[in-house]
């Protein structure tokens, strides 16, 4: 399983920042600055936070304005 999760907002969407802002106020994740994006640790307990699911909790269409990939 990665340690880390990288998610950013898409084509400068206004509604990422909201949406990532929601995301770690639900899951009590705590990101760094990596590029335009955010960084979230995946350590302990993290490893079972359902990231995807959460992200559609707070938009449906969060697909639309944020993306998710693992560092290499």
């Not at 509604?15 to 350590?43: K, M, N, Q, V, W």
């Not at 079972?48 to 707070?58: C, F, G, K, S």
Request: proline fraction near 10%; avoid cysteine.
């Amino acid at each position: 399983m990665a340690d880390h999760v990288i998610l950013r907002p898409l084509d400068g969407s206004p509604d990422a920042h909201r949406i990532l802002d929601e995301f770690e106020s639900r899951t009590g994740l705590i990101s760094e600055p990596h590029g335009d994006g955010r960084l979230y640790p995946l350590h302990g307990p993290e490893h079972q936070t359902h990231i995807v699911q959460e992200l559609t909790a707070v938009d449906p269409g969060w697909t639309d304005h944020v993306g998710l990939r693992f560092p290499e």
